[in-house]
């Protein structure tokens, strides 16, 4: 599976963004769809995850009501809605394909990755 993420940018805290993940190749292999986003010196942070078979989605609590995961099955891509973002929420957001169902806020858990596409949030 190939990944190419897009839509990182610089915006005003408040602003929103919507970030785009583009699956290709054996998307027969991905069950799962999350996105991870990492600052420099922290650890890979989950932020949101979708179920492509049946949408079902989950969250971070920190991104929780403020973020919305969506996908389009028969693109194979796969949206993150940022809204009301923090400088908090600036890093490098990364997209990733797993097989499994369980596990799937944990990095590990993912085989394929896309290249991360940056975000900055200024206050």
């Known amino acids: 599976v190939q990944l190419q993420a897009s839509g990182g940018g610089l915006v005003q805290a408040g602003g929103s963004l919507r970030l785009s993940c583009l699956a290709s190749?054996?998307?027969?292999?991905?069950?799962?769809m999350g996105w991870f986003r990492q600052t420099p010196g922290k650890e890979r942070e989950f932020v949101a995850a979708?179920?492509?078979?049946?949408?079902?989605?989950y969250y971070a609590d920190s991104v929780k009501g403020r973020f919305t995961i969506s996908g389009d099955n028969a693109k194979k891509i796969v949206y993150l809605h940022m809204n009301s973002l923090k400088p908090e929420d600036t890093a490098i957001y990364c997209c990733a394909s797993t097989p499994y169902y369980t596990g799937i806020a944990y990095p590990s858990t993912y085989n394929y990755w896309g290249q991360g596409t940056e975000v900055t949030v200024s206050s």
């Open positions: 979708i179920v492509w078979s049946d949408g079902h989605t």
């Open positions: 190749g054996r998307t027969f292999d991905s069950v799962v």
